[in-house]
């Protein structure tokens, strides 16, 4: 089973595009994570999951560094857009979601590989909204599919480890019982959808 990207990478790209210098700094949902080492984080994961679609493999297959906003380098706005659009692109192809694949330092199946990258960029383009005052459309019926898949994966990772997962997100957060799908999956990866960067 496959699932198109497009819808999550194009709504994260427009996010990317709407930060602000000046935000840079901002505290984000993602825990210990500013705003600029959130895109940065962005850009190596984009990196390391269009290698895993095309099952290529090399630096960005490491194990990743610690976020850092100082290797955002100018050109971070068009870049790290371009960088989601081939994301998407590679993992068009079915063959990306077929047999094993390498990203992170990890061998996994490609399937769950390309569900992680659905839900990275849905979650971390949700995080940097809140974090810089956009609205991100985890509602939008072009998401459905995205975050479909995206839940179904974290909640399968939460069923194995209902207390979290260290690396890879925290505590789920319990959320109300009329809670949108979108919703729960930010409850289910540790983050509280009513999130605001000044607590309110």
């Not at 898949?149 to 109300?176: I, K, M, Q, Y």
Request: hydrophobic share 45%; aromatic share 6%.
């Amino acid at each position: 089973m496959t699932t198109d990207p497009r819808p999550a990478t194009t709504a994260t790209a427009g996010i990317v595009r709407g930060v602000r210098d000046d935000q840079l700094t901002y505290p984000t949902p993602c825990t210990g994570m500013t705003v600029g080492a959130l895109l940065d984080h962005l850009d190596g994961l984009c990196a390391a999951f269009t290698a895993a679609a095309v099952k290529e493999f090399g630096a960005a297959d490491d194990a990743p560094p610690v976020p850092d906003a100082s290797r955002l380098a100018p050109g971070w706005r068009t870049r790290i857009p371009a960088r989601l659009d081939g994301l998407a692109h590679a993992w068009l192809r079915e063959a990306a979601w077929t047999g094993m694949t390498r990203a992170g330092g990890l061998d996994f199946p490609a399937a769950d590989a390309g569900a992680v990258a659905v839900d990275e960029v849905l979650i971390h383009g949700w995080d940097l909204a809140v974090a810089t005052g956009q609205a991100f459309p985890g509602d939008d019926p072009a998401l459905a599919e995205a975050v479909r898949t995206a839940h179904g994966w974290a909640r399968s990772v939460v069923a194995d480890n209902p207390e979290g997962t260290p690396g890879l997100f925290g505590p789920p957060v319990v959320v109300a019982d009329d809670a949108s799908l979108f919703e729960r999956l930010l409850g289910l990866t540790g983050r509280d959808p009513s999130w605001r960067p000044d607590g309110g």
